[in-house]
């Protein structure tokens, strides 16, 4: 079967207004523009980079949801208080209440809508912080992000939306009154006003802005990061300028598995732990419940002082994570036809290893981790060789403040009331997550609130004729 190749629209095709404009292609905006087309909105999307997908495509272990029907053929019988609560445990308690609530309640509803548009996510997973499988990810196991952006952008080549590429936005245009109206758009033919009677900020967030992390939380400064270099905030000096809230900014999650020896830095998604994967020392000794929240896990990591850690998996775990194949095409995978060898070739105590991994793999039988209290991703041992090592790092991953807004996906001023005709979702936004995000709930935001952004903006639109 040939790859599917999305091209986006030429600037010529670019009319003087819409109905709504979503700033960005990720995730978010490709689910908000579906959403508002199928809703009647005349829709265009613009994306600064040449690529599309944003830093959804980096996206690597599942979308969170509970009470499935994907879950309940699987047997897994879940309820969305237990999402609710461990998503806020997840957050410090720090999570915005009516945006966690319209978050869980919605997650099943939006797996639905995506596999009414043939965006089929029925294998499952578990990641750090949730206590079942949750994670919904393609049949093929194969990384969800990319699988979600391509099918997106196939319902958008049918629907026959506009998506204009190396289209940068650098102004929102406001009425007499405040309202937003539009946008000021650079593009190559020239700088270009497009009215609007909406506008949606889906630009992501800025792990990839030295500038504002170093604003912010000027410790993080220097960490590399596993974003798209695309992601520097721009969405948040957009809304800055028509008098937005920001908030949580100083919340950024270090994603404790990453890949960083190179010039590229590579996340090493949660789903290798959430198959079996452990985490060992130089010691080659286990040191940290590995499925625990990504904080207190990227912590351990670096208390250790030992340049990063290794994840140890085996053939069994690599056949449940299929991006496994690509990490090993890249060359990050070590291999080892025992662990003794692999323990050698990584450099880490090559009689602890073994020792420490039959420790496990009894502690797995037994359905008992007694040293660091580990519950999930414990479906099998690490027994079947060859034997797989990934050196990792922690990096800079998410930011979890943003644009303050409402579960309307409306962004509010600093007053906290509704800026008219601005709308936020997806990492731009703020106060979802909390103090840290839980691995699965990024993917689910952009579909969630994408889809919740795409109706409001159609409500709205209705109700203002």
Avoid: C
Avoid at 128 to 157: D, F, Q
Avoid at 236 to 241: D, T
Avoid at 364 to 373: H, I, K, L, M, R
Avoid at 395 to 413: K, Q, S
Wanted: hydrophobic letters at 40%; proline letters at 3%; charged letters at 25%.
């Amino acid at each position: 079967m040939a790859k599917f190749v999305f091209t986006p629209n030429a600037i010529s095709e670019l009319a003087d207004s819409y109905d709504a404009v979503v700033i960005g292609a990720g995730g978010t905006g490709l689910t908000a523009a579906l959403q508002a087309h199928e809703l009647g909105l005349k829709v265009a999307v613009f994306e600064k980079n040449e690529n599309l997908g944003g830093n959804t495509n980096k996206a690597s272990s599942g979308m969170n949801a509970a009470e499935s029907d994907y879950q309940l053929q699987a047997g897994i019988i879940d309820n969305k208080e237990d999402f609710y609560r461990e998503t806020l445990r997840g957050g410090g308690l720090l999570n915005d209440r009516d945006l966690l609530r319209f978050f869980v309640d919605h997650s099943a509803l939006a797996v639905d809508w995506l596999r009414n548009r043939k965006i089929e996510l029925s294998d499952l997973t578990i990641t750090g912080g949730m206590s079942k499988k949750r994670a919904h990810r393609p049949a093929s196991m194969a990384p969800v992000g990319g699988y979600l952006v391509t099918g997106l952008l196939k319902n958008i080549e049918a629907e026959k939306i506009p998506v204009f590429n190396k289209a940068k936005v650098e102004r929102l245009l406001t009425d007499e009154t405040g309202k937003v109206s539009g946008i000021s758009v650079n593009t190559e033919a020239g700088t270009k006003e497009v009215k609007a009677k909406a506008v949606l900020l889906a630009t992501g967030g800025f792990g990839a802005s030295q500038e504002i992390i170093g604003q912010y939380r000027p410790d993080l400064s220097g960490y590399k990061t596993t974003n798209q270099p695309g992601a520097t905030g721009d969405g948040l000096k957009l809304a800055q300028a028509v008098d937005a809230q920001l908030v949580q900014m100083d919340f950024i999650q270090v994603h404790p598995t990453a890949q960083t020896d190179g010039e590229r830095v590579f996340l090493i998604g949660e789903a290798v732990r959430g198959e079996g994967a452990i985490l060992v020392n130089k010691a080659g000794k286990r040191f940290v419940n590995e499925l625990n929240t990504r904080k207190i896990v990227s912590g351990a990591i670096t208390d250790l002082n030992e340049d990063g850690a290794y994840l140890i998996f085996d053939q069994g775990i690599r056949n449940h994570v299929k991006a496994v194949e690509f990490y090993d095409s890249i060359g990050l995978v070590e291999h080892g036809d025992s662990l003794e060898a692999l323990a050698e070739k990584i450099g880490v105590d090559a009689t602890n290893l073994p020792a420490t991994v039959a420790t496990w793999n009894k502690q797995v039988a037994a359905s008992d981790d007694s040293d660091f209290g580990r519950t999930t991703g414990m479906e099998r041992g690490i027994e079947e060789g060859p034997f797989f090592a990934i050196h990792v790092h922690p990096a800079i991953h998410y930011t979890m403040g943003g644009i303050h807004i409402d579960p309307e996906t409306r962004a509010l001023d600093s007053n906290g009331k509704p800026i008219v005709g601005l709308y936020a979702a997806g990492e731009v936004s703020g106060g979802l997550h909390g103090s840290n995000r839980i691995g699965g709930n990024s993917i689910a935001e952009t579909v969630i609130f994408g889809r919740q952004a795409g109706i409001q903006m159609a409500k709205f639109i209705a109700e203002n004729k």
